[in-house]
């Protein structure tokens, strides 16, 4: 089924880590991705990791032009912007693209009908207003509050973020791995399940998990810092087509 370029294809955004954006990077033949990652970072217009609800909120706000943050912020919030090392720097695209990247996806993403968003975490790290990305902030000097979501207000900032989207767009939410899943000796994790009870009981909202990547093909399907390997990815974007993307290209 992938690899033949005269299947119907149709944009797609993408917002999450490196496991969602990596996976919809090539597309496959099926959909093209608006905001997606390759290592070495240069896109397609790649601007940043992100890992929780407001995170995401702030990215689409930004892009729409809605809010603006300084340059400090900008550096710890887009992982494709400044502050990296020399070695990783190299990886990444300059970070004065930034701007330009941004009104590209303000354009693209005015007329997009399909989003996906990834919910890995409901820790949040705020400071003056604005969201911050905990990998990239010093968390002894950001002064930076952090603190965890609670299930209403996780479903209030889902009904924040779809009413940012152009509408009827479709949105689809995919959740955190879950060890305990595939791994009988792990615990569950409860704001990893809190995220699950939240969306599973709310009607109306499409949530997928990962996990059945990893009890299918077994542990080598993730690398050690979560992300999927190829396998995991080709497996992943297959799972995302049949149970989402599919019913929408045959429309086309």
Do not use: W
Not at 17 to 43: D, E, F, Q, W
């Amino acid at each position: 089924m992938f690899g033949k370029k005269n299947l119907p294809m149709f944009p797609v955004f993408s917002s999450g880590t490196a496991r969602l954006l990596s996976t919809i990077s090539g597309g496959n033949h099926c959909v093209i991705p608006l905001h997606s990652v390759m290592k070495p970072y240069y896109g397609p217009n790649f601007v940043g990791h992100f890992f929780n609800i407001k995170q995401h909120i702030q990215f689409i706000k930004l892009i729409k032009g809605e809010i603006e943050l300084s340059d400090e912020q900008k550096a710890q919030f887009l992982s494709g912007f400044a502050g990296k090392s020399a070695n990783e720097a190299a990886q990444f695209e300059p970070a004065d693209m930034i701007e330009g990247k941004l009104a590209t996806l303000k354009e693209s993403i005015a007329t997009c009908k399909h989003f996906v968003f990834e919910l890995c975490s409901l820790e949040v790290y705020e400071k003056d207003g604005v969201q911050l990305h905990h990998e990239l902030i010093d968390k002894e000097t950001a002064a930076a509050t952090k603190r965890k979501q609670t299930a209403g207000e996780l479903i209030s900032d889902i009904e924040t973020l779809i009413g940012l989207l152009p509408e009827g767009a479709t949105v689809l939410f995919i959740g955190p791995i879950r060890p305990q899943l595939y791994d009988t000796t792990k615990e569950e994790i409860l704001d990893v399940e809190l995220i699950y009870a939240t969306l599973n009981y709310s009607t109306g909202y499409i949530l997928l998990d990962p996990t059945i990547i990893v009890k299918k093909g077994g542990s080598n399907m993730l690398l050690p810092d979560g992300e999927f390997t190829v396998m995991g990815r080709a497996l992943f974007f297959i799972y995302l087509y049949e149970k989402h993307f599919k019913r929408y290209a045959n429309k086309l």
